[in-house]
């Protein structure tokens, strides 16, 4: 059985894990959803210096605090760009990573980098529109409640964990084995997620990694469809690196 460690996206929690980690620990795998600081329900620590170098440590803290070794560490979204900074910095206690529907930095970039320019522009225009100039909504959210989002659901999250770039320079790092999971069912031409996302994908691609792809909308890594893919992952010798 495998030791799990699931990193949620931008604006949410790890509440969002609640029915793929129940799936998991049925079938017998030790899981772990960690949330990030500012975000769900540690939305009160929330500040304008929270950036992804401090999410990036909220992950390592728990593999080291836990001492987790041979992890499979899973980042959904924006947990794409915290998970390889994780891998970064502890590599050896890894044995795969796994981008579900996430963003795939290269050295020295930040989200915004990955973006496509119609949704960096859609990103950077959610600032404006923030009450505060430091933390957004998600660019394509019509909620007009109240600020910040009530805990733990839909937090606003911390510009700086956009803008941050990232140093992607370790070889242990680079040697980590990747799996890419691509949800089609959002991602028409055009539309907002294949703009953020593709690019990420792409790159996947072309790096020879482990790739699956599921008829399914972007936030159902988190669901029924993601539980299923990661539990057929996590039973092949691959998913574990050997």
């Not at 772990?32 to 929330?46: C, I, K, M, Q, S």
């Not at 499979?72 to 529907?101: C, K």
């Not at 792809?213 to 893919?229: L, S």
């Amino acid at each position: 059985m495998a030791t799990l460690v699931l990193v949620h996206g931008g604006w949410t929690g790890g509440w969002c894990w609640q029915y793929v980690r129940r799936r998991l620990a049925a079938a017998g795998h030790d899981v772990f959803t960690p949330t990030l600081t500012g975000l769900g329900e540690r939305v009160h620590l929330a500040r304008p210096e929270v950036d992804l170098a401090l999410h990036v440590q909220d992950v390592v803290n728990v593999l080291e605090a836990e001492d987790l070794r041979d992890v499979i560490l899973a980042g959904h979204s924006y947990g794409g760009m915290v998970i390889t900074g994780v891998a970064e910095q502890v590599p050896h206690r890894l044995a795969h990573l796994v981008y579900l529907d996430a963003f795939v930095p290269h050295d020295g970039e930040s989200l915004l980098d990955v973006l496509q320019p119609p949704a960096r522009q859609m990103t950077e225009a959610a600032l404006r529109r923030s009450p505060d100039g430091w933390r957004v909504r998600w660019p394509g959210s019509t909620n007009s409640g109240p600020w910040p989002a009530l805990a733990p659901r839909s937090s606003p999250q911390p510009w700086q964990t956009f803008v941050q770039p990232l140093a992607v320079t370790n070889p242990s790092a680079a040697r980590v084995p990747r799996t890419y999971v691509r949800c089609t069912a959002d991602k028409v031409p055009g539309a907002f997620d294949a703009l953020t996302l593709d690019i990420s994908w792409e790159r996947a691609k072309g790096g020879g990694w482990r790739l699956r792809e599921i008829d399914a909308p972007h936030n159902a890594v988190r669901e029924e469809p993601g539980a299923e893919v990661l539990l057929e992952l996590f039973a092949q010798p691959m998913a574990r690196g050997l």
